[in-house]
């Protein structure tokens, strides 16, 4: 048997072997359903590219499964970013000046109980009045990297207690 034909049937076996279970495991882990044929795709690509290394590995299941957790961790992170940005600070900061929209008042409020005055008014500069991370480091003195991490730490915080009390965070 050449070379080609065993790698041909090695591969044949590990996707036959784990394909199912493989496919359960991201439908259960990933954020869009629509994904999981294109995780499983580059998770077999993966491995076919490492295909030599795999032949050797000891747990070459463990290999396919942690490379998924990778490809999911990714794609979810992405998947997030992505719906994060769908609704911005500027529909809440319109329905707050014009009172129209109630829960976008009750969800700006929940900001300010949340937030300390700093980071609250760090989060309006940046997402309703448009301030570039430059211009923000200009104001408060601090370095562009050091208000983008103070931001990012607003933001998880946001989300974190806005998870809790039941809150879907719909900007930021």
């Known amino acids: 048997m050449t070379k080609k034909q065993q790698i041909e049937k090695y591969f044949n076996e590990i996707y036959n072997e784990s394909f199912y279970g493989l496919r359960m495991y991201v439908k259960k882990r990933s954020c869009d359903p629509a994904m999981v044929d294109d995780i499983l795709q580059e998770v077999y690509y993966e491995a076919f590219r490492h295909i030599e290394d795999l032949m050797t590995h000891e747990n070459d299941i463990g290999w396919l499964y942690k490379t998924a957790a990778n490809k999911i961790k990714k794609l979810n992170n992405a998947y997030y970013k992505r719906t994060m940005y769908e609704t911005t600070f500027e529909g809440c900061y319109e329905n707050l000046v014009s009172m129209n929209d109630e829960f976008d008042i009750i969800l ?65």
């Open 108 to 172: 700006c409020a929940e900001y300010r109980k949340i937030l300390s005055e700093d980071e609250y008014d760090l989060v309006m500069k940046k997402y309703i009045h448009g301030y570039t991370h430059q211009d923000l480091a200009q104001m408060t003195g601090n370095s562009v990297g050091g208000n983008k991490m103070k931001i990012s730490r607003i933001i998880k915080k946001l989300e974190r207690n806005l998870k809790m009390k039941g809150f879907l965070l719909l900007f930021l």
